[in-house]
């Protein structure tokens, strides 16, 4: 009598999937094989689930337009064609409704054949909506930083600074785009001035060993040739102790803040120079007139002793030599005389006050008073626009333009007058609320030695007795307390050319 098996025990040894079966049900996509016309002919793994959202058993015979929205279905039935035509794979990704929402989903298309092809849907939502947060957080970064009013950045701490990442703002600031830094390696090291690398690296090095931020203020140079002021902070992220993976750092571009720094300075010392000037003016006119009512007397004197010994050699030949010694004084003291009307000149300009001025008109009119210093040794070339007024002093101004005027003329003096030429522009300026005066000439021009000493009082490379070097020291405290902006460049052998910036009046 044969034994009865227990029902359990025969449902438990109904044969499980193995092999290919196996590894089929165990994997979470959906496969199904299509038709060209997209529709199914067999269902071989996986659970619709979120991806067609119906039961296994309704997919058979069903095309895919049924199932899908058809804009879905539209992208699928376009990828089958290729796939079949090309007979290589393709993958796209689309988005289905699914309880209220929309699941994403990667289809992967395989030609079995000429006419059919394999259809591999996975679910892919939870990666797609880890893809779409980060991407979202990405932008509230970037937004975040490109908002700054500074460069942010993040790079190695190698001989160069190599950039990591960098903020789009640097291209303000170097005339260099962001991606220069990351893509083409250039480096930080490379727009910092070169006077200041060194400090930079020491301080930063510096700080890092001790574990501190570090603050900079140095230079940067950009692709213009112009200098930017920076302020910089930042400081270094460890992986260990003592292992440092990069340096994080924000760049300020704080060149208004230095011009500003520079102008309420100078004009300060300008205040205090002009009251001096205007002082030492008085205390050295007085004495000088008596040294001066003195000179014409022994000059007088000297004519009666000459006349009265004029048979005496030796007392002719000693009243001669005295009075080429009084001829020499006399010289001085117009030297001295020149250099108080220049502090006299100074003092008055710096005392006086700002107003609304039409700089076209003023500029006109101070070159017709200077024609007589002009013309005898050079062309004067001028370009006048209709500019906004300006608020400046209008004695300020004036001695601003007759400096220029001077130093130009004594610039292409070793010229033959036919060749020799200086331009004036007044225009309206690069610079938002600035018009700028320009005065350029084709002279003898200044090396850089000379060129960075411009600005100095009493310098100059004219001989004894002509020049007492106060023109370009006078007009740079003159634009400064007038906030405004003087700069010079010149090339030996070619001329030199002065900018002068003036801040446009306010409204009336």
């Not at 002082?279 to 003195?294: K, R, S």
Request: contains cysteine.
């Amino acid at each position: 009598m044969s034994a009865r098996k227990h029902p359990d025990i025969a449902a438990s040894e109904t044969p499980a999937p193995t092999g290919a079966s196996a590894i089929l049900a165990a994997l979470p996509d959906l496969i199904l094989e299509l038709d060209a016309a997209a529709t199914i002919c067999a269902h071989h793994a996986g659970s619709p689930g979120a991806v067609l959202a119906h039961p296994p058993e309704a997919l058979e015979s069903h095309a895919l337009r049924d199932l899908l929205p058809r804009a879905t279905a539209d992208r699928l039935q376009s990828a089958l064609t290729d796939a079949l035509t090309l007979q290589q794979s393709v993958t796209l990704e689309c988005l289905v409704p699914h309880e209220h929402n929309l699941a994403s989903i990667e289809a992967r298309l395989s030609p079995l054949s000429s006419e059919r092809a394999l259809l591999i849907l996975r679910d892919v939502t939870a990666a797609f909506r880890e893809r779409n947060n980060l991407r979202q957080s990405e932008q509230r970064f970037r937004a975040l930083v490109e908002n700054l009013p500074g460069v942010v950045y993040r790079c190695r701490m190698d001989e160069v600074w190599s950039a990591i990442f960098i903020s789009e703002r640097i291209e303000e600031l170097v005339g260099r785009p962001a991606r220069d830094f990351i893509e083409f390696n250039t480096s930080l090291d490379e727009v910092t001035h070169p006077e200041d690398r060194a400090y930079v690296k020491r301080e930063v090095a510096s700080a890092v060993a001790r574990h501190e931020p570090f603050e900079l203020h140095y230079r940067m140079i950009h692709t213009d040739g112009s200098v930017r002021h920076i302020w910089e902070r930042g400081r270094a992220v460890y992986a260990g102790v003592d292992q440092i993976t990069y340096l994080d750092g924000a760049i300020f571009d704080v060149t208004d803040l230095h011009r500003l720094r520079q102008r309420l300075l100078t004009s300060s010392k300008m205040a205090a120079v002009g009251s001096l000037a205007a002082g030492v003016a008085h205390e050295i006119n007085n004495p000088l007139a008596i040294v001066l009512a003195n000179l014409e007397f022994v000059t007088e004197e000297l004519v009666a002793i000459h006349q009265a010994y004029a048979a005496d050699d030796v007392v002719t030949e000693a009243v001669d030599d005295i009075q080429q010694a009084i001829i020499k004084v006399q010289t001085g003291i117009d030297r001295v005389r020149s250099v108080i009307d220049d502090l006299r000149s100074f003092s008055d300009a710096a005392q006086s006050r700002a107003e609304h001025l039409d700089m076209a008109r003023l500029t006109t009119w101070a070159l017709r008073r200077a024609e007589s210093r002009i013309l005898p040794v050079a062309r004067l070339v001028t370009r006048i626009d209709d500019v906004p007024q300006v608020w400046a002093s209008e004695i300020g101004v004036v001695q601003i333009i007759w400096n220029l005027i001077d130093n130009a003329a004594d610039a292409v003096s070793d010229l033959n007058p036919e060749n020799a030429h200086i331009d004036v522009t007044l225009k309206l300026s690069d610079r938002e609320d600035f018009v700028l005066l320009e005065i350029r000439d084709n002279g003898r021009g200044m090396g850089e030695d000379v060129l960075a000493r411009a600005f100095e009082p009493f310098f100059t490379t004219q001989g004894i007795g002509d020049g007492a070097g106060l023109g370009l020291f006078v007009c740079q405290g003159l634009v400064a307390g007038m906030d405004g902006d003087i700069s010079v460049d010149s090339t030996p052998g070619q001329g030199t050319r002065v900018r002068v910036y003036l801040p446009t009046a306010p409204a009336q």
